[in-house]
Nanobody, 115 residues
Framework: QVQLVESGGGQVQPGGSLRLSCVSS????????MGWYRQAPGKQRELVAK???????EYSDSAKGRFTISKDNAKNTLFLQLDSLRPDDTAVYYC?????????WGQGTQVTVSS
């Protein structure tokens, strides 16, 4: 069974930074695409950033210029660097990977931005 395990969340002040990690139990080369989603209380889950197999990246309007997605295939790990964090970035952040016809999800990591 393929597993994705996120870490790196926490509480940070506005303007601060966090680096989220997502470790895969299988090679990250196995996924057609990998990405980060988030879900704030009372809101739908939304795509934050994704990376397809050829390395191309895509960001939500909210993430552009502040967040950076990257991958270390040797460590089977996907990252999301969060900079210039704002209170409205508070959410549970999920890692996901497209494996065949299946979208595999991690369990999520909480990011809280408050002063």
């Amino acid at each position: 069974q393929v597993q994705l395990v996120e870490s790196g969340g926490g509480q940070v002040q506005p303007g601060g930074s966090l680096r989220l990690s997502c470790v895969s139990s299988v090679s990250t080369f196995s996924f057609k695409a990998m990405g980060w989603y988030r879900q704030a209380p009372g809101k739908q889950r939304e795509l934050v950033a994704k990376m397809v197999v050829n390395g191309l990246t895509e960001y939500s309007d909210s993430a552009k210029g502040r967040f950076t997605i990257s991958k270390d295939n040797a460590k089977n790990t996907l990252f999301l660097q969060l900079d210039s964090l704002r209170p409205d970035d508070t959410a549970v952040y999920y890692c996901a990977g497209g494996l065949g016809a299946t979208l595999v999800w991690g369990q999520g990591t909480q990011v809280t931005v408050s002063s």
